[in-house]
């Protein structure tokens, strides 16, 4: 299968300096049989993007969700307003619209969920697909995989993010309702990672665990920009093993600064 992938936008500016930056992530597929989009950023401003670059989001009519925070959502009621009567496509897992919440250093929460509700949806032509699979395939040659494995030791959940419970209680996040796209293109896999906040690496053993093709390419948010020194080490350990030919961090991995052992000891891979 052929395919292309292209970032609408995310952190940091590349050599397209006509283009805008936000915190948020949203990139544009295209394949052989069926175009989509995964996440939408944080505000509207990916579509700006995308008509900057000749993108034609408003052709788009099935639209992935990596999971459910504002930085990966924010831009959907923008892209829905832009696509009018026509009939779309949401494909989520189970808990995408629980409301979601980090804690700061003093105790206190702010609201980090997604821009839009169920209700806000309701009547828009907008048909919500729950995925509940572990693995499925949507379209020939795409998966939404989940339900990642939370084997690796130096991927732990983290306590700053809550998720608000039916009794109105507030539970750590495990980020069930997080999921991946794995693409089988002509050279190999490619998985496309919102923010990998169960780990990239419990993300990647998940993915290898359910496909007998090698991984050719990770792209996305990988949420080491909290990571100390050792778990960043720790990754790149992992990432040389598997011998991912391609590897494409963005949105909340970090500076290049901060990733800069990574990048070092990737060299032509990263």
């Known amino acids: 299968m052929n395919l292309t992938v292209t970032t609408l936008v995310e952190n940091s500016l590349g050599e397209n300096t006509e283009l805008n930056t936000e915190h948020g992530l949203s990139f544009y597929i295209v394949t052989d049989t069926m175009r989509c989009l995964f996440d939408t950023g944080a505000t509207g401003l990916f579509l700006k993007n995308a008509h900057t670059l000749g993108v034609p989001t408003d052709q788009v009519t099935h639209l992935f969700m990596s999971h459910g925070h504002y930085d990966h959502s924010g831009g959907y009621l923008p892209w829905l307003s832009q696509r009018g009567d026509t009939p779309t496509e949401l494909f989520v897992k189970p808990g995408f619209f629980h409301k979601k919440y980090s ?13 839009f509700t169920r209700a806000d949806i309701l009547n828009r032509g907008v048909t919500i697909h729950e995925i509940e699979e572990t693995v499925s395939e949507v379209f020939p040659g ?5 339900g990642f494995s939370r084997e690796c030791d130096f991927e732990p959940i983290n306590p700053k993010f809550v998720v608000e419970k039916k009794d109105g209680t507030f539970g750590v996040d495990d980020f069930s309702d997080e999921q991946v796209l794995v ?3 002509d050279q190999g896999l490619v998985v496309l990672i919102g923010c990998a906040h169960p780990g990239v690496v419990n993300i990647l053993e998940t993915v290898r665990a359910h496909f007998d093709e090698p991984i050719h390419t990770v792209i996305g948010g ?11 080490e720790k990754t790149t350990d992992y990432l040389l093993k598997a011998k991912i030919p391609r590897v494409m961090f963005c949105h909340c991995s970090g500076s290049p600064e901060h990733l800069h052992t990574l990048i070092a000891r990737l060299g032509e891979t990263y």
């Open 103 to 115: 804690k700061n250093f003093l105790g206190g929460l702010r609201y980090n969920g997604n821009a």
């Open 142 to 146: 795409i998966y939404s995989v989940s």
């Open 183 to 185: 693409l089988k293109s």
């Open 222 to 232: 990988t949420h080491l920009v909290e990571a100390d020194e050792t778990r960043i």
